[in-house]
Protein backbone atom coordinates (compact mmCIF):
# COMPACT_ATOMS: atom_id res chain seq x y z
CA UNK A 1 0.00 0.00 0.00
CA UNK A 2 1.16 3.41 -1.27
CA UNK A 3 1.43 5.99 2.04
CA UNK A 4 2.62 9.76 2.53
CA UNK A 5 3.99 10.99 6.05
CA UNK A 6 1.63 13.50 6.66
CA UNK A 7 -1.33 14.90 5.45
CA UNK A 8 -1.43 16.48 2.34
CA UNK A 9 -2.31 19.92 1.94
CA UNK A 10 -3.79 22.58 -0.97
CA UNK A 11 -0.45 24.29 -0.79
CA UNK A 12 0.98 21.46 -2.43
CA UNK A 13 -0.70 21.90 -5.55
CA UNK A 14 -0.14 23.68 -8.07
CA UNK A 15 -3.08 25.53 -10.53
CA UNK A 16 -3.15 26.15 -13.93
CA UNK A 17 -5.68 27.49 -15.92
CA UNK A 18 -7.69 26.51 -19.20
CA UNK A 19 -10.01 28.40 -21.62
CA UNK A 20 -13.12 26.84 -21.89
CA UNK A 21 -15.83 28.40 -24.06
CA UNK A 22 -14.43 32.15 -22.96
CA UNK A 23 -14.63 30.83 -19.37
CA UNK A 24 -11.71 30.39 -16.91
CA UNK A 25 -11.36 26.41 -15.56
CA UNK A 26 -8.90 25.92 -12.98
CA UNK A 27 -7.50 22.24 -13.03
CA UNK A 28 -4.02 20.80 -11.91
CA UNK A 29 -1.90 17.78 -12.41
CA UNK A 30 0.73 16.10 -11.44
CA UNK A 31 2.82 12.68 -11.49
CA UNK A 32 3.06 10.87 -14.90
CA UNK A 33 1.87 7.50 -16.34
CA UNK A 34 -1.94 6.11 -16.92
CA UNK A 35 -4.30 9.28 -16.42
CA UNK A 36 -6.86 9.85 -13.62
CA UNK A 37 -9.27 12.77 -13.59
CA UNK A 38 -10.77 13.66 -10.10
CA UNK A 39 -14.01 15.39 -10.09
CA UNK A 40 -15.14 16.89 -7.00
CA UNK A 41 -18.92 16.99 -5.65
CA UNK A 42 -21.30 19.77 -4.83
CA UNK A 43 -19.64 22.90 -3.44
CA UNK A 44 -16.42 21.29 -3.44
CA UNK A 45 -13.35 21.93 -5.48
CA UNK A 46 -9.33 20.44 -6.28
CA UNK A 47 -8.60 20.93 -2.72
CA UNK A 48 -10.98 18.35 -1.80
CA UNK A 49 -8.82 15.64 -3.41
CA UNK A 50 -5.73 17.16 -1.69
CA UNK A 51 -5.12 13.90 0.57
CA UNK A 52 -5.52 11.49 -2.95
CA UNK A 53 -3.86 13.25 -5.55
CA UNK A 54 -0.01 12.79 -4.19
CA UNK A 55 -0.42 9.31 -3.17
CA UNK A 56 -2.35 8.39 -6.92
CA UNK A 57 0.48 10.35 -8.77
CA UNK A 58 3.14 8.73 -6.90
CA UNK A 59 2.02 5.37 -7.85
CA UNK A 60 2.70 5.71 -11.13
CA UNK A 61 -0.43 7.85 -12.86
CA UNK A 62 -0.41 11.09 -13.97
CA UNK A 63 -3.61 12.37 -12.04
CA UNK A 64 -6.05 15.46 -13.08
CA UNK A 65 -8.14 17.35 -10.90
CA UNK A 66 -10.37 20.30 -11.79
CA UNK A 67 -12.67 23.23 -10.63
CA UNK A 68 -15.94 22.50 -12.17
CA UNK A 69 -17.12 25.47 -13.76
CA UNK A 70 -19.48 27.33 -11.20
CA UNK A 71 -17.29 25.98 -8.59
CA UNK A 72 -13.37 26.71 -6.72
CA UNK A 73 -11.10 28.73 -8.60
CA UNK A 74 -13.20 28.12 -12.01
CA UNK A 75 -15.15 31.32 -12.89
CA UNK A 76 -19.27 31.89 -12.18
CA UNK A 77 -20.88 33.05 -15.26
CA UNK A 78 -24.66 33.66 -14.70
CA UNK A 79 -25.81 30.47 -16.71
CA UNK A 80 -27.75 28.02 -16.17
CA UNK A 81 -26.06 24.89 -14.71
CA UNK A 82 -26.51 21.31 -15.09
CA UNK A 83 -25.15 18.01 -15.27
CA UNK A 84 -24.82 18.19 -19.36
CA UNK A 85 -23.09 21.58 -19.27
CA UNK A 86 -20.72 19.51 -16.91
CA UNK A 87 -20.22 16.50 -19.04
CA UNK A 88 -19.76 18.48 -22.10
CA UNK A 89 -16.96 20.25 -20.11
CA UNK A 90 -15.14 17.50 -19.24
CA UNK A 91 -15.29 15.62 -22.35
CA UNK A 92 -13.75 18.79 -23.80
CA UNK A 93 -11.24 18.94 -21.05
CA UNK A 94 -10.39 15.32 -22.01
CA UNK A 95 -9.98 16.18 -25.61
CA UNK A 96 -7.74 19.31 -24.78
CA UNK A 97 -5.29 17.73 -22.08
CA UNK A 98 -5.04 13.68 -22.15
CA UNK A 99 -6.54 12.23 -25.15
CA UNK A 100 -6.28 8.69 -24.15
CA UNK A 101 -8.29 6.12 -21.88
CA UNK A 102 -8.90 7.89 -18.58
CA UNK A 103 -10.16 6.35 -14.98
CA UNK A 104 -12.99 8.90 -14.42
CA UNK A 105 -12.94 9.37 -10.23
CA UNK A 106 -15.71 11.08 -9.09
CA UNK A 107 -17.59 11.66 -5.69
CA UNK A 108 -21.05 12.51 -4.97
CA UNK A 109 -22.36 14.33 -8.12
CA UNK A 110 -18.92 13.86 -9.67
CA UNK A 111 -19.62 10.07 -8.92
CA UNK A 112 -22.58 10.93 -11.12
CA UNK A 113 -20.86 13.02 -13.93
CA UNK A 114 -18.09 9.92 -13.90
CA UNK A 115 -20.78 7.57 -14.56
CA UNK A 116 -22.38 9.88 -17.42
CA UNK A 117 -19.01 10.15 -19.19
CA UNK A 118 -18.16 6.60 -19.58
CA UNK A 119 -21.56 5.70 -20.55
CA UNK A 120 -22.52 8.15 -22.84
CA UNK A 121 -19.15 8.10 -24.49
CA UNK A 122 -16.79 4.97 -23.55
CA UNK A 123 -14.35 5.88 -25.81
CA UNK A 124 -12.93 8.09 -23.81
CA UNK A 125 -12.94 5.90 -20.73
CA UNK A 126 -10.50 2.57 -19.08
CA UNK A 127 -12.89 2.92 -16.16
CA UNK A 128 -14.25 4.65 -13.23
CA UNK A 129 -14.24 5.11 -9.95
CA UNK A 130 -17.67 5.98 -7.96
CA UNK A 131 -17.48 7.35 -4.40
CA UNK A 132 -20.67 7.95 -2.73
CA UNK A 133 -22.59 8.42 -6.12
CA UNK A 134 -25.42 11.03 -6.32
CA UNK A 135 -28.35 10.16 -7.49
CA UNK A 136 -29.04 13.46 -9.74
CA UNK A 137 -28.20 16.12 -9.38
CA UNK A 138 -31.40 17.37 -7.23
CA UNK A 139 -33.96 15.27 -6.04
CA UNK A 140 -36.77 14.17 -8.72
CA UNK A 141 -39.99 15.39 -8.05
CA UNK A 142 -41.76 11.79 -7.14
CA UNK A 143 -38.62 11.61 -4.47
CA UNK A 144 -39.97 13.89 -2.52
CA UNK A 145 -42.96 14.71 -0.53
CA UNK A 146 -45.55 17.28 -1.30
CA UNK A 147 -44.70 19.17 1.73
CA UNK A 148 -40.64 18.92 1.29
CA UNK A 149 -41.40 20.03 -2.65
CA UNK A 150 -43.37 22.81 -1.34
CA UNK A 151 -40.42 23.69 1.26
CA UNK A 152 -37.58 23.30 -1.17
CA UNK A 153 -39.57 25.12 -4.20
CA UNK A 154 -39.56 28.27 -1.72
CA UNK A 155 -36.20 28.00 -0.62
CA UNK A 156 -35.15 27.89 -4.45
CA UNK A 157 -37.23 30.89 -4.96
CA UNK A 158 -35.92 32.81 -1.73
CA UNK A 159 -32.14 32.16 -2.70
CA UNK A 160 -32.62 33.63 -6.67
CA UNK A 161 -34.22 36.31 -5.18
CA UNK A 162 -32.65 39.53 -6.08
CA UNK A 163 -33.48 41.56 -2.80
CA UNK A 164 -33.09 38.44 0.10
CA UNK A 165 -31.13 35.77 -2.00
CA UNK A 166 -27.97 37.58 -1.38
CA UNK A 167 -28.67 37.70 2.46
CA UNK A 168 -29.91 34.34 2.67
CA UNK A 169 -27.01 32.85 0.61
CA UNK A 170 -24.36 34.77 2.74
CA UNK A 171 -26.38 33.43 6.00
CA UNK A 172 -25.68 29.81 4.23
CA UNK A 173 -22.38 30.37 3.47
CA UNK A 174 -20.49 31.47 6.76
CA UNK A 175 -17.67 29.16 7.74
CA UNK A 176 -19.25 28.42 11.72
CA UNK A 177 -22.53 26.95 9.46
CA UNK A 178 -20.18 25.42 6.47
CA UNK A 179 -18.70 23.48 9.43
CA UNK A 180 -21.94 22.92 10.82
CA UNK A 181 -23.17 20.57 8.10
CA UNK A 182 -19.53 18.99 7.15
CA UNK A 183 -20.06 17.41 11.08
CA UNK A 184 -23.53 16.14 10.08
CA UNK A 185 -22.17 14.53 6.64
CA UNK A 186 -18.34 13.65 7.72
CA UNK A 187 -17.86 10.23 9.66
CA UNK A 188 -14.65 11.24 10.61
CA UNK A 189 -15.20 14.47 12.76
CA UNK A 190 -11.55 14.81 13.27
CA UNK A 191 -11.43 15.14 9.07
CA UNK A 192 -13.45 18.58 9.43
CA UNK A 193 -10.67 21.32 9.43
CA UNK A 194 -9.90 24.50 9.04
CA UNK A 195 -8.25 24.00 5.39
CA UNK A 196 -11.44 21.78 4.40
CA UNK A 197 -14.08 24.95 6.02
CA UNK A 198 -11.98 27.59 3.89
CA UNK A 199 -11.73 25.34 0.06
CA UNK A 200 -15.49 25.58 0.83
CA UNK A 201 -16.08 28.86 1.97
CA UNK A 202 -13.64 31.13 -0.12
CA UNK A 203 -15.08 30.18 -3.73
CA UNK A 204 -18.57 31.00 -1.95
CA UNK A 205 -17.74 34.71 -1.52
CA UNK A 206 -16.72 34.93 -5.09
CA UNK A 207 -18.91 37.29 -7.13
CA UNK A 208 -21.28 35.21 -8.98
CA UNK A 209 -21.76 32.12 -6.46
CA UNK A 210 -24.53 32.90 -5.43
CA UNK A 211 -26.44 32.79 -8.79
CA UNK A 212 -24.85 29.92 -9.37
CA UNK A 213 -26.29 28.16 -6.31
CA UNK A 214 -29.70 29.44 -7.14
CA UNK A 215 -29.51 28.08 -10.92
CA UNK A 216 -28.29 24.52 -9.43
CA UNK A 217 -31.06 24.03 -7.01
CA UNK A 218 -33.47 24.73 -9.80
CA UNK A 219 -31.57 22.39 -12.21
CA UNK A 220 -32.86 19.53 -14.03
CA UNK A 221 -31.81 16.19 -12.03
CA UNK A 222 -29.99 14.69 -14.93
CA UNK A 223 -29.90 11.02 -15.70
CA UNK A 224 -30.40 8.46 -13.11
CA UNK A 225 -28.04 5.84 -12.30
CA UNK A 226 -30.27 3.07 -13.42
CA UNK A 227 -30.71 4.92 -16.92
CA UNK A 228 -26.96 4.41 -17.42
CA UNK A 229 -25.46 1.36 -16.10
CA UNK A 230 -27.77 -0.98 -18.62
CA UNK A 231 -24.91 0.85 -21.12
CA UNK A 232 -21.53 0.00 -18.98
CA UNK A 233 -18.93 -1.15 -20.87
CA UNK A 234 -16.12 -0.30 -18.24
CA UNK A 235 -14.83 -1.70 -15.19
CA UNK A 236 -16.25 0.27 -12.25
CA UNK A 237 -15.68 0.41 -8.69
CA UNK A 238 -18.12 1.81 -6.22
CA UNK A 239 -16.77 3.19 -2.74
CA UNK A 240 -19.34 3.91 0.15
CA UNK A 241 -18.84 5.70 2.94
CA UNK A 242 -21.59 3.24 5.05
CA UNK A 243 -22.38 6.49 7.60
CA UNK A 244 -23.71 8.93 4.70
CA UNK A 245 -26.99 10.37 5.93
CA UNK A 246 -27.13 12.20 2.52
CA UNK A 247 -26.68 9.67 -0.11
CA UNK A 248 -27.45 6.23 2.36
CA UNK A 249 -25.31 3.21 1.53
CA UNK A 250 -28.67 1.85 0.83
CA UNK A 251 -27.85 3.39 -2.68
CA UNK A 252 -24.80 0.88 -3.23
CA UNK A 253 -28.21 -1.22 -4.31
CA UNK A 254 -28.61 -1.02 -7.36
CA UNK A 255 -24.46 -1.41 -8.50
CA UNK A 256 -24.82 -4.86 -6.35
CA UNK A 257 -27.41 -5.99 -8.39
CA UNK A 258 -25.71 -4.95 -11.68
CA UNK A 259 -22.54 -7.00 -10.48
CA UNK A 260 -24.81 -9.59 -10.24
CA UNK A 261 -25.78 -8.97 -13.47
CA UNK A 262 -22.69 -9.78 -14.38
CA UNK A 263 -20.80 -6.78 -14.83
CA UNK A 264 -17.94 -5.87 -14.01
CA UNK A 265 -18.25 -3.97 -11.01
CA UNK A 266 -16.90 -4.10 -7.28
CA UNK A 267 -18.91 -2.44 -4.39
CA UNK A 268 -17.16 -1.68 -1.15
CA UNK A 269 -17.88 -0.48 2.10
CA UNK A 270 -16.14 2.44 4.39
CA UNK A 271 -17.01 1.53 7.53
CA UNK A 272 -17.68 4.56 9.55
CA UNK A 273 -17.25 7.21 6.67
CA UNK A 274 -19.53 9.77 5.62
CA UNK A 275 -20.24 11.55 2.45
CA UNK A 276 -16.35 11.94 1.29
CA UNK A 277 -14.49 8.55 2.33
CA UNK A 278 -12.23 9.94 0.31
CA UNK A 279 -11.22 13.09 2.54
CA UNK A 280 -12.32 11.41 6.06
CA UNK A 281 -10.32 7.94 5.63
CA UNK A 282 -7.89 8.38 2.57
CA UNK A 283 -5.64 6.11 3.30
CA UNK A 284 -8.32 3.03 2.97
CA UNK A 285 -9.72 4.79 -0.44
CA UNK A 286 -6.36 5.58 -1.66
CA UNK A 287 -5.11 1.92 -0.96
CA UNK A 288 -8.78 0.73 -2.87
CA UNK A 289 -8.37 2.54 -5.66
CA UNK A 290 -4.47 1.43 -6.36
CA UNK A 291 -5.15 -1.89 -5.54
CA UNK A 292 -8.45 -1.79 -8.22
CA UNK A 293 -6.28 -0.13 -10.52
CA UNK A 294 -3.69 -2.82 -10.57
CA UNK A 295 -5.92 -6.46 -10.42
CA UNK A 296 -7.71 -4.80 -13.26
CA UNK A 297 -5.55 -3.76 -15.77
CA UNK A 298 -8.03 -1.50 -17.34
CA UNK A 299 -5.81 -0.26 -20.34
CA UNK A 300 -4.70 -3.77 -21.48
CA UNK A 301 -8.21 -4.77 -21.17
CA UNK A 302 -9.55 -2.36 -23.88
CA UNK A 303 -10.39 -3.17 -27.07
CA UNK A 304 -7.52 -2.54 -29.65
CA UNK A 305 -9.31 0.31 -31.31
CA UNK A 306 -9.59 2.24 -28.03
CA UNK A 307 -6.15 1.80 -26.74
Request: hydrophobic residues 45%; charged residues 15%.
Amino acid sequence: MVTVSQPSTVDSLTFLTWDWQGHKIQYTVQGTGKPLVLIHGFGAAIGHWRQNIPVLSAAGYQVFALDLLGFGGSDKPAIDYSLDLWASLLRDFWQGQIQQPTVFIGNSIGALLSLMLMTETPEIAAGGVLINAAGGLNHRPQELNLPLRIVMGAFTRLVSSPFIGGFLFNRIRQPARIRATLHQVYGNATAVTDELVDLIYQPACDPGAQQVFASILSAPPGPAPGELLPHLQRPLLVLWGDADPWTPIAGASIYQRAQAQGQSIRVVSIPGAGHCPHDEDPAQVNALILEWLQDTKLWDSLPSQDR
